[in-house]
């Protein structure tokens, strides 16, 4: 029988750090749940202790002392001199030590640096503050090449942080280095450097995968790339996760065995490495964690590993939530919990099943991946709104070549710090195992079924735990049959490969469908029986591909290519995928060139050649009249070259349907609509496609002008950009408007129900 009593005593530590920071926050409201926490405790405490029950007494009392230590470090960070100075928006002078490598976040009209740093002093209002207290440190280009662990003074403005784990947010000036990082930090820089070094001649993605598998370092890997990787259920790869150091100190134990080090020497060993592997992939939350879960799976290995690993895991958790109780909200901590309790619970009685008719590596293979993935499906479907029909054979599909290719990326550093030929010799090799991962990768995401939607609401993930759970139980009695263990596999691939159908979808006499196709545009209008014109294309050619499958599109008369950033022009050679293609309109602007290149190469190969969309020119296609706009003919055709330009030469069209006029705008800047609202006086319209994804850059005095019943706006799940707007959406809201977005709604289709515009989301 497992013992299960410090995995109890894991999960109480974490129903306390969750409680904890709510007393803090709750002003009267958190007093009285403090009340009813001691009146808890005391109850519980008083009768496991008449009862000699020590285990619920240690799981009441481990309640009451993270709930304390979580209460305690949530008011740390919000009550201090800097969570004050940020609630006046101070303009304060810091010295503060950089703590996180730099994240790009792109702005609406710029790109920012994003640091997490610890500030040392701090000097506003006229008052200098000593203290140490994390901040998050928001600048321009040049916080990028401050190094790690270097003590750095600025000035800025202070404002509220967005979370309870930073005392503010730091609008940043230019950093000026005080003091350099310690050597543990440059030897780690030197490290992370040489790995990416030994594999930079490779091509693009493969030079980018290997430092992920090694460090997490994911700097360079491509968007849709890392799309592929979350629809096949592989991000894990691409994150310092418990694997990463189970491997990496795997490693060194059997060089360390080589070398003749036994006993109490590999323990030493196994605890250098680990630090080592801390030092190399960052100090940060996220990589402690993994630390820890990469501990427990080494833990596992031991003799009589499996039990040793559940104690390990409940005192992990216990441990990390009192050092950082932050992590109680951390989705990577819960996920990585539940993937390490799910191959330690669920994993053996599977294997033990499977191993029954099946060689014991085989069996190992497919059960691990099975219940790591099984066990982090519902927090997976909660977050992303979606279940991975694939993850559990992609992941054992690379599983592999995960484990050579960190162990010689790993390697190719190591030895690149001796001599660089070496070095890149093993980093050849170890991009020849990501070759692998990476084709699975993309060929799993284009299954016809790689992913279903799932519904995020109560009680659709209550249903989807209870499924989870039932399959967890009955699946070492299905498996330990190898009928009915062949005949589970087989169905599962099969729903894979065969696209599903979607009840209700399309529905009858759509107009008009905005695709969901992440952060980016693509919209397809219905000319005919299989025939629809395709107004952009978003940033992966699966998306759209897919959408216009769904909606039975074989012949393109008309696409359009509204203007040549990635999110509109990138999905390109979806549209193009196995359909007739009639003309192709472009934005007269040829900017970004990348953008332009893309389109070109996509277009050659299809046989059609982009023309700009002819201004004025008013044409039938089939059931729909489309008339262009925007740009004028006198516009410009040459930009800066950085795409800068771009959005407000979009291509504008107003279509006529089944009765429905439909303003199709594109990314137009409040500049252009602005002079639509000029040329275009009176204009009353049903349906409006929402510019620039619902940026809060418009001119909300005209988009409220055109009447429209029903508003798109096409927008990716969790972006950087802010998108869409609070005030764009409240403010077509409030003038009538029923607003549809593709991160929340999937994708949406308009038909015509009595001269009206309806709505019907999938």
């Known amino acids: 029988m497992n013992d299960l009593r410090l995995p109890l005593l894991g999960a109480g530590a974490w129903a306390g750090a969750l409680v904890g920071p709510v007393v803090v926050a709750g002003g009267r409201a958190g007093l009285v749940l403090l009340v009813l926490l001691a009146a808890v405790v005391g109850v519980g405490g008083g009768w496991a202790i008449r009862k000699r029950h020590a285990t619920v007494l240690a799981l009441v009392l481990m309640i009451a002392g993270t709930a304390v230590v979580a209460g305690l470090h949530a008011a740390r960070v919000s009550d201090n001199p800097v969570a004050d100075l940020a609630a006046r928006k101070a303009q304060v002078r810091v010295v503060a030590t950089i703590t996180t490598d730099p994240k790009e976040v792109r702005g609406e ?40 662990g270097a003590t750095v003074s600025t000035t800025g403005r202070l404002g509220k942080s967005d979370s309870h784990e930073e005392s503010a947010l730091l609008i940043a000036g230019e950093p000026r280095v005080v003091a350099g990082p310690g050597i543990w930090w440059r030897a780690s820089d030197e490290l992370r450097q040489s790995i990416r ?9 493969q030079a980018a995968l290997v430092p992920a598998l090694v460090d997490g370092d994911d700097t360079g890997l491509s968007d849709d790339l890392a799309d592929d990787f979350r629809t096949t259920g592989l991000t894990h790869l691409l994150a310092v996760s418990g694997t990463n150091l189970t491997l990496v100190v795997g490693f060194l134990l059997i060089v360390a065995r080589w070398a003749g080090v036994r006993g109490r020497g590999l323990y030493a060993v196994g605890v250098l490495g680990i630090l080592g592997f ?13 630390a820890a879960m990469g501990a427990v799976g080494l833990l596992a290995m031991t003799h009589n590993g499996r039990q040793r690993a559940l104690r390990g895991l409940g005192a992990a958790v216990i441990g990390l939530l009192l050092i950082d109780p932050g992590l109680a909200t951390s989705v990577g901590f819960t996920l990585s919990v539940l993937a390490t309790a799910g191959i330690l619970l669920f994993g053996p009685p599977w294997r033990d099943a499977l191993r029954r008719w099946m060689p014991q590596w085989c069996a190992e293979a497919i059960a691990v991946p099975a219940a790591a993935q099984l066990a982090c499906t519902p927090v997976v ?18 599983e592999p070549a995960v484990a050579p290719a960190t162990v ?4 190719g550093g190591l030895l690149g710090l ?8 093993a980093g050849t090799i170890a991009t020849w195992c990501v070759a692998w991962i990476i084709a699975v990768a993309r060929f799993g995401a284009d299954l016809p079924t790689a992913q279903v939607g799932w519904a995020t609401g109560p009680l659709a993930l209550a249903v989807l735990v209870a499924v989870c ?12 049959h190898p009928v009915t263990g062949v005949a589970g596999c087989l169905v599962l691939l099969a729903v894979a490969l065969v696209r599903l159908p979607s009840p209700g979808w399309p529905p009858a006499g759509w107009v008009l469908v905005m695709c969901d196709v992440g952060q980016g545009d693509a919209l397809a209008v219905r000319t005919g029986p299989g025939s629809a014109m395709v107004v952009d294309a978003g940033p992966d050619p699966g998306h759209i591909d897919d959408c216009l499958d769904r909606l039975e599109v074989e012949h393109v008369p008309l696409a359009v290519i509204t203007h040549f950033h990635a999110d509109h022009v990138n999905g390109v050679e979806g549209i193009f995928a196995g359909r007739q293609i009639g003309e192709l309109w472009t934005s007269r602007l040829q900017d970004p060139p990348e953008g332009v290149r893309v389109l070109g190469e996509a277009a050659g190969t299809a046989g059609v050649v982009p023309v700009p969309a002819p201004y004025g020119a008013t044409t039938t296609i089939g059931e729909a009249r489309v008339q262009v706009l925007w740009p004028t003919a006198d516009s410009d055709t040459r930009g800066p070259g950085d795409g800068s330009t771009a959005n407000d030469a979009s291509v504008v069209l107003l279509v006529e349907s089944r009765g429905l006029r439909l303003l199709l705008t594109g990314d137009i800047e409040p500049e252009g609509q602005d002079q639509l609202a000029d040329d275009l006086a009176g204009l009353d319209i049903d349906v409006l496609k929402v510019p620039h994804h619902g940026s809060r850059y418009q001119d909300l005095d005209w988009l409220r002008t055109l009447h429209a019943q029903v508003a798109l706006t096409s927008v990716g799940a969790g972006n950087d950009y802010g998108h869409p707007a609070t005030a764009t959406v409240q403010g077509l809201e409030e003038s009538g408007t029923e607003v549809y977005r593709t991160d929340r709604d999937g994708s949406v289709a308009v038909v015509e129900s009595g001269g009206e515009a309806a709505v019907v989301t999938r």
């Open 278 to 290: 801390v030092v190399l992939a960052r100090t940060e939350p996220s990589v402690v964690r993994a």
């Open 469 to 480: 759970a039932a399959i967890a139980f009955l699946a070492p009695r299905l498996l330990r």
């Open 381 to 398: 479907a909660a977050i992303s709104g979606q279940v991975s029909l694939v993850a559990v054979l992609a992941n054992l599909l690379v």
């Open 408 to 411: 010689l990326g790993l390697l």
């Open 109 to 148: 009209h710029a790109t920012y640096q994003l640091r997490r740093a610890s500030v040392r002093e701090i000097r506003g209002r006229g008052v200098v503050y000593r203290l140490r207290t994390p901040v998050v440190v928001l600048g321009g280009e040049a916080w990028a090449d401050v190094p790690l």
């Open 197 to 205: 070094d030994a594999v930079a001649h490779r091509p693009p993605d």
């Open 418 to 425: 001796v001599w660089d030929p070496l070095g890149m010799v």
